[in-house]
């Protein structure tokens, strides 16, 4: 890592990168520190990592960061400027001022998404270049342990979608809807049984979509009310370990219940195309490339609709220290590397028959790609 | 709320106010637009709410967010800029200056965290006059439906610490460790436990505290490991709702087994400053007036220390869309109005015998305050 810092700060004649922000919303920071806080605090990348962090936050930093060293903003004399400054983002930056000085930085890239209260009154006193965080681009291709992390997460993933899916299995299709006993099967209760057992695994997971229906036309939807017979059901879990804080991401798309020839269709049309996008993933191919791929395949099979409806989003995403993250399998995707752990996701969504999503996450290798993802695809259960 | 946006505007001479970011990290964007979103949009706060998001986000902000008007960047020919431009940040800040110019918007307040990279490339073409947000004051005071939807975490919370301190007080001390039938108990079963009961009860619990011992004296520590025997253990529960995206807050400490002479006078000198403050609690009252009242008991209890051990954080703070808001019970706590959540929540913390925090959430009224919290007090279990 800190190769690549010096590399990046010789190649533009900077003295350090300046981070700033809570590393609960900032995965750079998180990266970079290995200190998780909801509280915001400053990362200075030089030769060394420094941190200057809260009082509160300092014992917890010392201990748990990976960071050369800890400074505290009392060490800088916040609660005196505070008193004396009255205002508190005020006194903060000439805090951060006196601690960037003491560390012999003048001239810095803060990336694009620092605030800009604190941008603004730096840069009367510093020389800075608002870049793209490099950060973001040295997360994307993992190390060892970090695949390993990953990979025990999608573990994690595969069991809770194990655990939803026999439950959906067991429910029974009775009009229009699934029941469980005598109630309707909801997507609250699907998601809650996928939760419990996550975070019996040490995983939190926020977002979980299980969408039946009209409402898993639209990809986001998180589903909401009783599931729906003979329709698909999209189940898309991405939790993050409590632990390591890496992500896992995979969907499935069932029916309980009869799928209709058109669903059947659409489903044969996603498989094959998850199949194309998978055998295009290599590195040296650009995440472009396995995009193109994967719209011929569903151009293909009938499905060419890009617009408004058919195959509405992009291919795939790096996920990491976020579930979202590059590089990106879509019309701007950028080559790939060894090592990018991505997801292949393609998906057709019709209105008034439903969505279909499979998604596998993926390390790209040198040779092809290795599926990080060990589970059936079943249309109908 | 949009009188209060009028008043602001019409104070500051200003068009609009202008926040950019995700909703899952910036409660102001959620409070302005009730649309959840983890991917970056934008608001538009003028005579009416206007959200610009990702045509991803389209349909589920159309149907979610309470704002009068959804445009896309798809609208703003965001796929035909990035292809001329190439840089998705500035093919994203033209779509978003087209979007504030067909709106009227010239003149625009932007809060201190808007990312720089956007301010500065917004700044060749608007006036903007970076601020703190507004939207943060505006959330201190609660409506009643607020009120409702804080106290119903609140009564989740306690429901949870319930289970907690049974699973505690049904455990054996032996030596110094407490222990589930043959193996110690651990921070992170008690942890698991907890959120698994709050997932149940539909809320989010990410960063629960169960600290014993030497653990606990840093105020911030999560926990990890076998629970002491005969020492306090702070269990510190701060749930969210996943529907109303409302926190909750409480802290008890308990100790299984004996509490030696020392740890029950650190209780009592904890309860009684926690009872100074919520006494102190009024509306026209300041939190830093109150604070100060709990220094005082402190002190009168014989225990002054504010630096380095001792009572070494603030009274409390605001309880909303965030766990940590306006208003501050502390140093620089403005003054308390009327419907304002807060905690109050005293601790001492001495190495070498423990930490001891007790927190309720209380709604500031006209008279005095309304404890949210209805849970008992007890050191040993």
Aim: aromatic share 6%; hydrophobic share 40%.
């Amino acid at each position: 890592m800190n190769q690549k810092l010096q590399a990046f700060l010789n190649e533009h004649k900077l003295d350090a990168l300046l981070l700033i922000g809570d590393s609960l919303c900032d995965p750079d920071l998180y990266y970079l520190s290995h200190f998780l806080s909801g509280d915001r605090f400053a990362l200075l990348g030089k030769e060394k990592i420094h941190l200057l962090v809260s009082s509160m936050e300092r014992g917890r930093a010392h201990k748990e960061s990976s960071a050369d060293e800890v400074a505290s903003t009392d060490d800088y004399g916040i609660m005196e400027r505070l008193q004396s400054l009255g205002k508190p983002d005020v006194a903060y930056v000439e805090a951060l001022s006196e601690f960037l000085r003491d560390r012999g930085a003048r001239r810095l890239a803060v990336p694009f998404r620092t605030p800009a209260g604190i941008y603004r009154l730096l840069s009367s006193q510093f020389d800075l270049t608002i870049m793209d965080s490099p950060v973001s681009g040295w997360r994307s291709s993992k190390s060892r342990q970090e695949i390993e992390a990953i990979w025990s997460v999608q573990r994690a993933c595969q069991s809770a979608m194990g655990v939803a899916l026999r439950l959906l299995s067991r429910s029974r299709p009775r009009g229009d809807m699934i029941y469980w006993g005598d109630r309707p099967l909801t997507s609250e209760k699907v998601r809650e049984v996928i939760e419990v057992h996550l975070l019996k695994k040490g995983c939190d997971a926020l977002e979980t979509i299980v969408a039946g229906g009209e409402e898993a036309v639209d990809p986001h939807a998180r589903g909401s009310g009783p599931l729906p017979a003979n329709a698909p059901i999209v189940v898309d879990i991405f939790p993050r370990s409590k632990s390591t804080r890496y992500f896992g991401d995979m969907t499935r798309t069932v029916v309980r219940g009869e799928a209709s020839l058109e669903v059947r269709e659409i489903y044969q049309a996603v498989l094959a195309a998850q199949g194309a996008g998978l055998k295009a993933l290599c590195a040296g191919v650009s995440g472009r490339e396995v995009h193109a791929r994967v719209c011929q395949a569903f151009a293909e099979h009938g499905f060419p609709e890009r617009k408004g409806k058919g195959f509405i989003h992009s291919t795939g995403h790096g996920v990491g220290l976020s579930v979202h993250e590059r590089p990106s399998l879509g019309e701007a995707g950028e080559i790939l590397e060894a090592n990018m752990v991505v997801t292949v996701e393609p998906g057709l969504y019709y209105p008034g028959v439903g969505g279909i999503r499979l998604e596998d996450l993926a390390v790209v290798t040198e040779k092809g790609c290795q599926n990080l993802t060990d589970f059936s695809k079943h249309l109908v259960l």
